[in-house]
T-cell receptor, first 113, second 116 residues
Framework: EAQVTQNPRYLITVTGKKLTVTCSQNMNHEYMSWYRQDPGLGLRQIYYSMNVEVTDKGDVPEGYKVSRKEKRNFPLILESPSPNQTSLYFC????????????FGQGTRLTVV | AQKVTQAQTEISVVEKEDVTLDCVYETRDTTYYLFWYKQPPSGELVFLIRRNSFDEQNEISGRYSWNFQKSTSSFNFTITASQVVDSAVYFCALRPPKAAGNKLTFGGGTRVLVKP
C-alpha cells in the first residue's frame, strides 16, 4: 500500500529538549516536504527536498532542520524546541511537478511546554 | 506571490442540506493547479480533487461537485445532501508550475459541521 508514515503521532516535550520526527515513504517519490498546520493559517511549508542530499527552506524554516540521506526518509529535527513550535506537523511526498497529488502522512501533534 | 483565501471559517448545517465552500486564489501564473483536501476528525489529509488552470469544466463525484471559474479566481466546492460523515475541515490549495519544493499554498480551511 502506498503510504507516508510519520512517527510519533503524538509528542509532548519540554522546551529545549531535542527531538526528531521521522517520515518515510514507500512510493519512490523524489519530492518530500514538511508542513505545519496552525488554526486559521492552513498548512505552511517548513522545508522541502527535491532528492537525496538536496534540501531547502520553505516559508517557515526557523527552528527546524531536515536531512535527506536516503530517498525514502526525510526526518524533521527540532534542535531546541520552543512553545511556539507547538503545532500539527505533516510530511508529504509527491512524484513530480504540477498537478501530481501530494501524499500526506498521518500527522504528528507536537506540544512543547 | 500565491495566496488562497477561504473566507468561511466554520459552517454548520443539518444533515441533507447542501453546503458550498468558497475558495478564492491569487496568482500571477497563467498555468497553475488547484486542489481540495479533506481533514476528518482523525486528522489525516485526504485528497479530493485536482484541477489545472486550462480545464474549466466543472466536476461531479457522487455528492461532491466543484465549480472552477477562472474569471473570478474561484474554485468552490459543494457537498449535496450532506451527511454526518462529511463533518471535517476542508482545505483548498494552489500550486504554480515548478513551485519550489512542489509547494502547495493552502487556504486557512473551512470547518464543516453536519448535525444529524
Amino acid at each position: 500500500e502506498a503510504q507516508v508514515t510519520q512517527n510519533p503521532r503524538y509528542l509532548i516535550t519540554v522546551t529545549g529538549k531535542k527531538l526528531t520526527v521521522t517520515c518515510s515513504q514507500n512510493m519512490n517519490h523524489e519530492y518530500m516536504s514538511w508542513y505545519r498546520q496552525d488554526p486559521g493559517l492552513g498548512l505552511r511549508q517548513i522545508y522541502y527536498s527535491m532528492n537525496v542530499e538536496v534540501t531547502d527552506k520553505g516559508d517557515v524554516p526557523e527552528g527546524y532542520k531536515v536531512s535527506r540521506k536516503e530517498k525514502r526518509n526525510f526526518p524533521l529535527i527540532l534542535e531546541s524546541p520552543s512553545p511556539n513550535q507547538t503545532s500539527l506537523y505533516f510530511c508529504a511526498s509527491s512524484l513530480g511537478w504540477g498537478d501530481t497529488e501530494a501524499f500526506f502522512g498521518q500527522g504528528t501533534r507536537l506540544t512543547v511546554v | 506571490a500565491q495566496k488562497v483565501t477561504q473566507a468561511q471559517t466554520e459552517i454548520s448545517v443539518v444533515e441533507k442540506e447542501d453546503v458550498t465552500l468558497d475558495c478564492v486564489y491569487e496568482t500571477r501564473d497563467t498555468t497553475y493547479y488547484l486542489f481540495w483536501y479533506k481533514q476528518p476528525p482523525s486528522g489525516e489529509l485526504v485528497f479530493l480533487i485536482r484541477r489545472n488552470s486550462f480545464d474549466e469544466q466543472n466536476e461531479i463525484s457522487g455528492r461532491y461537485s466543484w465549480n472552477f471559474q477562472k474569471s473570478t479566481s474561484s474554485f468552490n466546492f459543494t457537498i449535496t445532501a450532506s451527511q454526518v460523515v462529511d463533518s471535517a475541515v476542508y482545505f483548498c490549495a494552489l500550486r504554480p508550475p515548478k513551485a519550489a519544493g512542489n509547494k502547495l499554498t493552502f487556504g486557512g480551511g473551512t470547518r464543516v459541521l453536519v448535525k444529524p
